[in-house]
């Protein structure tokens, strides 16, 4: 299990490493992310919109401004490889359950970096209140770990079609709606201060996690070998 | 007390290969030791290269098996990602790292215990001293294929697989990798895949593949 994690540990930095250098990803996501945060407050701030219809408005705005920046970025965590035909060195070297948990890790980052810019400007941006900060908190965080898991694996499927960035978007979005769904419920429970005290959004998005993730340690294998 | 290396070996049985409709080879027999060099040979489009990336694990065959046996046991998949290294115009290393960051993260994800002044030894060997902490991005062709081969020996396999090995190399280039292979002979076993006469004649055995 440790060489596992070493492995993918060494799969990550070089992945970071790379990224640092070349800014591919994370460029092709905060932009992506930056417009159409500007784009959404610009054109929503010249409508009334009731406080009651506010805070499932802003979750649903919020998450898919997440989801559709990590959709513009994360297929490049294989597809970079596949065009850079360094596929067959990483075949050679690595296991593929260490690949693919090195390059969920990686994934993991930046979307982290993603949500740590982008939350706080929305909030800014929108005038976003919320009751609940915790469980705000704690609901985009097991979101945005589930987005990872999801994106990961379709990322790799993909990895050797020839319209890579439209069957992204398809493979992802049915995968990706009950974890959207959930999230948005509870980002729009933490605003309007509802009871909170089940956690549900919280546990239904660690165990969407977990099912992920499980999942894909047993069809990346045969994904990724031919 | 003596402490035995265990003795490892490779053993292909009626490998075949076909493309939807199209058959490039089949019935492939051989079995290799340590010590020994394959040639393998055939015109363009014979499936050399195939064959070699099926010996390697990176595609499967349409028939037949391939077993790495280490002490006449089978070494499975993860036993031929530690025991094979490969040399191909197909790999490619990764652009944006330099020679001594490809190879240590190679060394890292193949759970080899390197360090970095073996690290260093084999950038020399392959001539590559001067340029260790270069991108591999910026290498010339030559350059590129002098780090695949070190990359290929560093962890040193017992199984080396070299399609078309001196591919644009200098003089100097096809004498260094004329020492290096000398060397593994004795270590190890070797196939390597070409039309180059020069590079033929370092075979034991020839595998002819359009026949």
């Known amino acids: 299990m440790l060489t596992y994690l070493n492995e993918a540990k060494a799969i ?11 800014r591919y990803a994370i460029n092709a996501i905060l932009m992506f992310a930056f417009t159409t ?10 409508f009334r919109i009731s406080d009651s219809d506010k805070p499932f408005l802003y979750a649903a705005l919020l998450w898919i401004i997440l989801v ?34 090195g390059k969920l890790l990686f994934n993991l980052t930046l979307l982290g970096i993603l949500a740590l810019l982008i939350v706080p400007l929305f909030i800014l941006f929108m005038g976003y209140r919320i009751e609940h900060q915790l469980y705000f908190s704690m609901v985009v965080l097991s979101g945005v770990l589930g987005l990872g898991a999801g994106t990961t694996i379709v990322a790799a499927m993909i990895a050797r079609a020839s319209v890579r960035g439209a069957l992204f978007s398809a493979l992802s979005f049915p995968l990706l709606f009950p974890l959207m769904i959930t999230a948005i419920k509870g980002c729009e429970r933490a605003a309007t201060g509802m009871d909170v005290a089940g956690w549900h959004e919280v546990k239904l998005s660690v165990a969407y996690l977990v099912i992920m993730v499980t999942l894909s340690l047993f069809l990346f294998p045969l994904v990724w070998e031919e | 007390m003596s402490v035995q290396t265990p003795a490892y070996s490779l ?5 075949a290969k ?19 060099i394959i040639a393998v040979t055939g015109w363009n489009g014979s499936g050399k290269s195939t064959l070699l990336r099926i010996i390697a694990g990176l ?18 998949s993860d036993g031929r990602r530690k025991f094979t290294g490969m040399v191909s115009p197909a790999l490619a290393l990764y652009d944006e790292l330099s020679a001594v960051e490809n190879l240590n993260f190679l060394a890292r994800v193949r759970g080899a215990d390197i ?10 060997a392959v001539g590559l001293q001067g340029w260790e902490h270069a991108l591999y991005g910026i290498y010339s062709s030559g350059m590129k294929q002098r780090l695949k081969m070190a990359q290929a020996l560093l962890h040193k396999p017992p199984l080396l697989l070299l399609d078309e090995p001196f591919s644009n190399l200098d003089s100097k280039g096809i004498s260094r990798f004329d020492s290096l292979i000398s060397e593994r002979r004795r270590a190890g076993m070797i196939i390597i895949a070409s039309n180059e006469q020069r590079e033929i004649e370092y075979g034991d055995r020839i595998v002819n593949l359009s026949e």
């Open chain 2, 18 to 36: 076909h493309f939807g409709r199209t058959l490039l080879f089949k019935k492939v027999n051989f079995h290799l030791h340590p010590g020994e």
């Open chain 1, 37 to 46: 945060l500007v784009a959404v407050s610009f054109s929503l701030g010249s």
């Open chain 1, 12 to 22: 990550w930095f070089r992945d970071l490493r790379s990224e640092f250098r070349t």
């Open chain 2, 59 to 76: 595609i499967r065959p349409s028939a037949g098996k391939v077993n790495l046996l280490k002490s006449g046991v089978p070494a499975g």
């Open chain 1, 68 to 101: 559709f920046s990590a959709l513009s970025g994360l297929a490049r965590s294989f597809v970079k490889e596949e065009e850079a035909h360094t596929i067959d060195i990483l075949k050679l070297s690595a296991r593929p359950e260490a690949i693919f948990l």
């Open chain 2, 115 to 124: 360090t970095e002044q073996e690290i260093l030894d084999m950038i020399s």
């Open chain 2, 11 to 15: 053993e292909l049985k009626n490998v």
